[in-house]
């Protein structure tokens, strides 16, 4: 998905069998990617327990928030 704040930064949800859910990031047209410092991840007390398994949609946060991205949750 490309950043509609930015128009240049690429991002890509995967499942990698030793990482788990995890997104990547590309800021040259994706001739190169980076893995997410952070990967997907409920709130930290999450009441349920629940825990991320696959990446299904990638949402960008507010103008005012750069650099974050939402994974909704169904």
Do not use: I, N
């Amino acid at each position: 998905m490309l950043d509609p704040r930015d128009g240049r930064t690429l991002l890509c949800a995967s499942r990698q069998w030793h990482l788990g859910p995890t997104v990547f990031r590309s800021e040259d047209g994706g001739a190169t990617w980076k893995e997410a410092v952070t990967p997907p991840r409920f709130p930290t007390g999450e009441p349920r327990a629940r825990a991320v398994d696959h990446v299904f949609a990638l949402t960008p946060g507010l103008p005012s928030e750069p650099g974050v991205w939402y994974v909704p949750s169904r």
